[in-house]
């Protein structure tokens, strides 16, 4: 699904890992993801963690989208973070799903040095299954 997701691409993120009901994406801020006062815009911040979040309620193999979701913003990102999405699932009944995403910034050591913004999503499958997908 990430792989057909031109608005994640165009913006370098990358699927770091995936597994039932979780997903792991990274970006890295580029200079011109950075609003007026050169910190990450914070939609994009929240696009990062929707993305992990669609990986994550996708990983079951049927199509699903996101029903709604809200986000805190914690710390601020800068040109140049690399900042991780890893999204987990709370709760999966019948169509509808809960998925937490945590923000990280790493520091060069790739250890999480500040939780950016805290993510949670609504999901709706429409319970068909995903093409081509066993």
Do not use: K, Q
């Not at 993305?51 to 990102?77: H, I, M, P, Q």
């Not at 900042?83 to 019948?94: I, W």
Request: a neutral charge.
């Amino acid at each position: 699904m990430l792989g057909a997701d031109t608005a994640s691409r165009s913006l370098g993120m990358r699927l770091e890992r995936v597994g039932p009901g979780t997903a792991e994406v990274s970006m890295v801020v580029r200079p011109d993801m950075t609003n007026g006062w050169e910190l990450c815009h914070g939609g994009l911040i929240a696009t990062l963690a929707d993305s992990a979040f669609a990986v994550a309620c996708n990983s079951y193999g049927e199509v699903t989208v996101a029903a709604g979701f809200d986000v805190t913003f914690l710390e601020s990102g800068r040109a140049g973070d690399r900042l991780v999405a890893r999204a987990e699932e709370r709760a999966r009944r019948g169509r509808s799903g809960i998925y937490d995403v945590t923000v990280l910034r790493l520091g060069v050591d790739g250890v999480p040095d500040a939780i950016v913004a805290e993510f949670r999503g609504r999901s709706r499958s429409l319970g068909r299954p995903i093409p081509g997908v066993p």
